[in-house]
């Protein structure tokens, strides 16, 4: 059972304009959400991170919201750049005694073009 | 440079064989883990360390060992190999708490024929 889903396997987008990444997760324990970007032939990068008691956090053309109620957060890259075409992976943090290890949705494949 | 070493970087195995992946960080995170990333599938933890001297299983741990001996190094070792573990296998290090202190290696493919 997926506790956290990235239903969009794929998404397409061109430069410039803007590229949403959307995560669904069924965990209210959750506390702590990322996203991590990963380059073929390369391990994954973290990206962006949101506490559970904010609803947005933004860091350059990056900006992740956090809407609770709806159990949803999505990434937003504006303006996309070709080099933003990777895969994208939302992870969660597990609750307490979890070892507060991520749980990962299977990532969403960005590809930006020119 | 600070970070996760991973080797080797591919390997062409025979089934039946045994394999050891290395890992090594340099960081001095409590945790560590080993991922698996299959097409669809996303990232699978096969196995864990929280600190050095424990181990613990993660979603699809069959078939796979481990051993944290020290707080650098945590080998995955694949006692038989079999073709179902062809698949791109990360390790990821952390300070333990999840706070996007996850650094990855830059992971070792490895195909069973």
């Known amino acids: 059972d997926q506790q956290v889903k990235q239903n969009s396997p794929s998404l397409s987008v061109q430069e410039g304009r803007i590229s949403i990444l959307n995560c669904d997760y069924t965990?209210?324990?959750?506390?702590?959400f990322l996203w991590y970007k990963k380059y073929p032939a390369e391990g994954p990068t973290f990206l962006i991170s949101?506490?559970?008691i904010k609803d947005k956090n933004e860091d350059g053309r990056f900006t992740v919201f956090l809407n609770k109620s709806a159990k949803h957060l999505s990434l937003h890259i504006v303006p996309s750049q070709p080099g933003d075409s990777a895969v994208y992976f939302c992870?969660?943090?597990?609750?307490?005694?979890?070892?507060?290890?991520?749980?990962w949705g299977l990532g969403t494949s960005l590809a930006v073009n020119p | 440079i600070a970070g996760i070493t991973q080797a080797p970087t591919s390997q062409i195995l025979a089934a039946g064989r045994r394999m050891t992946l290395r890992c090594t960080q340099d960081?001095?995170?409590?945790?560590m883990y080993w991922y698996r990333q299959d097409l669809g599938l996303g990232l699978r933890l096969i196995h864990y360390?929280?600190?050095?001297?424990?181990?613990g299983k993660g979603e699809v741990p069959d078939g796979y060992s481990v051993s944290r001996a020290n707080t650098d190094d945590f080998p995955l070792t694949l006692a038989s190999a079999v073709p179902s573990q062809t698949s791109v296998y990360f390790c990821?290090?952390?300070?333990?708490?999840?706070?996007?202190?996850?650094?990855f290696g830059s992971g070792t493919r490895l195909t069973v024929v």
């Open positions: 949101i506490s559970s």
């Open positions: 965990n209210s324990m959750f506390d702590y």
């Open positions: 992870a969660a943090r597990g609750p307490a005694g979890n070892n507060r290890k991520l749980i």
């Open positions: 360390s929280n600190t050095a001297g424990t181990t």
């Open positions: 990821a290090s952390s300070h333990g708490q999840g706070t996007g202190g996850y650094t």
């Open positions: 960081m001095r995170h409590n945790a």
